[in-house]
């Protein structure tokens, strides 16, 4: 059983089934919907984005996901670099967590 996020199981509706995405697009097998809250999580740029597809497959490639407890990769260093050029004064570490969903 799915306990989804924001609903009383006993009261919730049937969810709907999304079968594919494209941009701002959900499909489900008879609809169209417009994501309007796909910035919730990470999609702010739509669904099947050509540039964030291939960045991901090629991540995916080499290997999808290393905890960063005694290990690190560069994928994990250039983001903190990057944000820490964006931090002021002695801000200059990042923790990344992963949040299970």
């Given amino acids: 059983m799915i306990w989804y996020p924001y609903e009383q199981m006993k009261k919730m ?3 709907y089934k ?3 995405a494209e941009g701002v697009y959900l499909y489900t ?3 169209k919907l417009i994501d309007s ?3 919730w999580w990470s999609v702010i740029h739509g669904y099947k984005h050509p540039e964030l597809n291939k960045a991901l497959i090629s991540q ?3 290997f999808s996901h ?3 407890g ?3 990769h560069e994928a994990a260093e250039r ?6 050029s964006f931090l002021p004064g002695d801000l200059d570490y990042c923790f990344f967590q992963i949040r299970e969903v």
């Fill in 13 to 15: 509706k049937a969810p």
């Fill in 18 to 20: 999304i079968v594919d």
């Fill in 29 to 31: 097998e008879d609809q």
């Fill in 37 to 39: 809250v796909s910035s």
């Fill in 60 to 62: 995916a490639e080499k």
């Fill in 66 to 68: 290393v905890m960063l």
């Fill in 70 to 72: 005694g290990l690190t």
């Fill in 79 to 84: 983001l903190s670099a990057k944000l820490q």
